[in-house]
């Protein structure tokens, strides 16, 4: 990656990891356990989901980079950053993903689930700061989006994580959000 896509990247990872970290800042034990619905995330959930799916993301990228190269599949890659950084984050459509990424209360202590989150960010953010691995020229499947190359997917991360930042924004302005005050429990 050029010194353009890697800034680029440092920045969208640096900027979606704060946006999650105000996001729950202070919340009480019952606000980051709400759920405004059956069928609907806590914000506990949100942050796990992303954890979880940056973490099966990092691996997927170094088990692939261990692989040959594939130019071939930049033909069906090209033009997708800005697809990823445009549509990725939007919350106009609903998505399900697989069930290994959805959340389960893995972590049920939330200050644990933001110790795994802080330690998943910074292993991405340190990979893209130092690969020098030709990520262009290797990709694998996204189920919605296709085949993504590499940095593709370390875009995806970043944009991953403001969609679902998003998502607890929203599950924080129900109307039956717990609105008192109070420090995390």
Do not use: N
């Amino acid at each position: 990656m050029d010194k353009a896509e890697r800034d680029l990247l440092l920045v969208h990872l640096a900027e979606s990891r704060e946006m999650l970290v105000r996001a729950v800042d202070g919340l009480s034990g019952e606000q980051q356990l709400f759920r405004p619905g059956e069928d609907r995330w806590s914000v506990a959930d949100c942050v796990e989901h992303i954890t979880i799916v940056e973490d099966s993301t990092l691996k997927a990228i170094q088990r692939v980079l261990q692989g040959p190269a594939r130019p071939d599949q930049q033909a069906e890659t090209s033009g997708k950053d800005a697809v990823i950084l445009d549509r990725v984050p939007a919350r106009g459509t609903r998505v399900k993903g697989p069930p290994q990424v959805m959340p389960s209360g893995r972590w049920p202590d939330f200050e644990e689930l933001l110790r795994q989150f802080e330690a998943t960010r910074e292993r991405t953010l340190r990979f893209a700061a130092v690969t020098q691995a030709d990520l262009r020229s290797r990709a694998f499947p996204h189920p919605f989006l296709g085949p993504l190359d590499c940095y593709q997917w370390l875009l995806f991360s970043a944009a991953h994580c403001e969609r679902h930042v998003r998502q607890l924004e929203e599950v924080k302005a129900d109307s039956a959000f717990p609105r008192g005050l109070g420090a995390s429990a």
